[in-house]
Every structure is written in structure tokens, then in C-alpha cells.
T-cell receptor
Framework: KAGVTQTPRYLIKTRGQQVTLSCSPI?????VSWYQQTPGQGLQFLFE???????NKGNFPGRFSGRQFSNSRSEMNVSTLELGDSALYLC????????????FGPGTRLTVT | AQSVAQPEDQVNVAEGNPLTVKCTYS??????LFWYVQYPNRGLQFLLK??????LVKGSYGFEAEFNKSQTSFHLKKPSALVSDSALYFC?????????????FGTGTRLLVSP
């Protein structure tokens, strides 16, 4: 099976702009989660989507939003970018019953200048 | 709330020697614990998980982890380290009531294996 794919891999944006990141989960996985990774804060959970519905949410401002499509692909959007939004954004998908592990994509490196 | 801690920022070991990367946890209810590895410019790769049962969990690439309830620890181990094992290792636990999807991660431990 193909793994989790994320596009684009790298982005450079200016403060105040908005950005959209895309994630395609492993085929058959219905849950998609997003994480932000920074040197200072480490790995932090943003949100999780399951069957097109946001099921879990982390402690991020409303500038961070996401959605999931009927084919389980997901996008996250960050509006009014701030310098502190510079980070590696990781998408993960999971499926199955019980306590499933999450499979991560390579990430999108966002730099805000 | 669930939390995990990795007390060591970095672990250095010589190739061929055994390695241990430490993780302690604080969870309510049944502990579910994961180990992930991150190579430079890559996402996280799943290594292994503990749900219940045997305290010694075997995972990918020859790694294993020992669950110790009395010490609330879940240390990652490998009998013989390889230079290619050099990477960033994360311990994680899912927050309760989230369908096991909201993972809380430790701060990470950088493993350096010298030739």
C-alpha cells in the first residue's frame, strides 16, 4: 500500500498570508490527524477528522482549520500567518479497530517570513 | 490527562552495544503506549505499541520495549545498536476519550550511535 502523502513538501509564505496543506491517507484509513512540530514546543496535536467530521481538536487558535473529503483526503488551512507558525506540519492516518497506530506522512515544512 | 516523559535529551552508544531509550508515563486507566522514530527530514515511523498482555513488546527493526507498571516506565531497547539507528525517538500515549487518536508525545530523545 502507498503511504501517507503530503503536499507540498516545502512552503515559504509571508506574514498575514494564508496557506493550505494537503494530506492523502493510506487507502482504507478513515481517520486523519494533523500535528505541528517545532523545536520549542515539540509535537502538538492540531485536530483529527473521521468520516468528514472533526472528532478531536487541540489547543490552537481558530486561524487553524481543517476539513476532510469523502475520499478521506484532508486539508488544513492556516489564515493570517504569524512567524510562530513556522513549523513542520505532519499528517497521520489510522484505521482498524482497537488502539490503532498512526502512520505519518513526510510532513510539510512551512516557513513564514 | 495522559502524559509521557523522556528524561534524556540525547543517548550516545557505540555500534554493537545494547541501547536503551527511556520513557515514563502518567495515565489514568489502562496505559496504551507507543514508540515512534523520526529520521532527518522525514515523518514519524511507528516502531511498536503496548496495549495489554506481555510486558515485553517486539517491534520493527529489532527494537523492543519493556512495560513496567510498578515503575510506570516503557523503555525502548535494542540488543545491538547500528549506526543507522541514529535518529530522534518519541514515546507517545493517546488521550483518553479521543478514540485513541489524540497522541501526546514526549519531548524526544536523540540517539547517536558511533561506529
Amino acid at each position: 500500500k502507498a503511504g501517507v502523502t503530503q503536499t507540498p513538501r516545502y512552503l515559504i509564505k509571508t506574514r498575514g498570508q494564508q496557506v493550505t496543506l494537503s494530506c492523502s491517507p493510506i487507502s482504507g484509513h478513515r481517520s486523519v490527524s494533523w500535528y505541528q512540530q517545532t523545536p520549542g514546543q515539540g509535537l502538538q496535536f492540531l485536530f483529527e477528522y473521521f468520516s468528514e467530521t472533526q472528532r478531536n481538536k487541540g489547543n490552537f487558535p481558530g486561524r487553524f482549520s481543517g476539513r476532510q473529503f469523502s475520499n478521506s483526503r484532508s486539508e488544513m488551512n492556516v489564515s493570517t500567518l504569524e512567524l510562530g507558525d513556522s513549523a513542520l506540519y505532519l499528517c497521520a492516518s489510522s484505521g482498524g479497530q482497537g488502539v490503532p497506530e498512526q502512520y505519518f506522512g513526510p510532513g510539510t515544512r512551512l516557513t513564514v517570513t | 490527562a495522559q502524559s509521557v516523559a523522556q528524561p534524556e535529551d540525547q543517548v550516545n552508544v557505540a555500534e554493537g552495544n545494547p541501547l536503551t531509550v527511556k520513557c515514563t508515563y502518567s495515565v489514568s486507566g489502562n496505559p496504551y503506549l507507543f514508540w515512534y522514530v523520526q529520521y532527518p527530514n522525514r515523518g514519524l515511523q511507528f516502531l511498536l505499541k503496548y496495549i495489554t498482555g506481555d510486558n515485553l513488546v517486539k517491534g520493527s527493526y529489532g527494537f523492543e520495549a519493556e512495560f513496567n507498571k510498578s515503575q510506570t516506565s516503557f523503555h525502548l531497547k535494542k540488543p545491538s545498536a547500528l549506526v543507522s539507528d541514529s535518529a530522534l525517538y518519541f514515546c507517545a500515549a493517546p488521550q483518553t476519550g479521543t478514540g485513541f487518536q489524540k497522541l501526546v508525545f514526549g519531548t524526544g530523545t536523540r540517539l547517536l550511535v558511533s561506529p
